[in-house]
């Protein structure tokens, strides 16, 4: 079992930045594929961003490359979400996943999930 706990959120204004932390109680971090997804009251989850399944790569959604970076640091068991230029359409619960097997893309992969931390740009 996995625990993911985000945190950073927050109320930005627009063209301003945050980092989203999410911290993992899992034994073997390492071996997890990090994501993260958002959403939208009355939407569908979508991708944000998210590591390959041996870390060595990186994926973003086309609305936030170049702004985003998603990070980690295994020895803190910890990925992160460095949101530059933000916009108010990236006002949205994020949330962090984990998951060992299949695409980044679907959020259906993934097995275990966070609460969410709230993001509010205000324009």
């Known amino acids: 079992q996995v625990q993911l706990v985000e945190s950073g959120g927050g109320l930005v204004q627009a063209g301003g930045s945050l980092r989203l932390s999410c911290a993992a109680s899992a034994r073997a971090f390492s071996n997890y594929a990090m994501g993260w997804f958002r959403q939208v009251p009355g939407k569908e989850r979508e991708f944000v961003a998210a590591?390959?399944?041996?870390?060595?790569?990186?994926y973003y959604a086309a609305s936030v490359k170049g702004r985003f970076t998603i990070s980690r640091d295994n020895a803190k068991n910890t990925v992160y979400l460095q949101m530059n230029s933000l916009k108010p359409e990236d006002t949205a619960v994020y949330y962090c996943?984990?998951?060992?097997?299949?695409?980044?893309?679907?959020?259906?992969?993934?097995?275990?999930w966070g609460q969410g931390t709230q993001v509010t740009v205000s324009s």
């Open positions: 996943a984990a998951r060992q097997r299949g695409t980044y893309l679907i959020d259906s992969t993934y097995e275990y």
């Open positions: 590591f390959s399944l041996s870390g060595g790569s990186t």
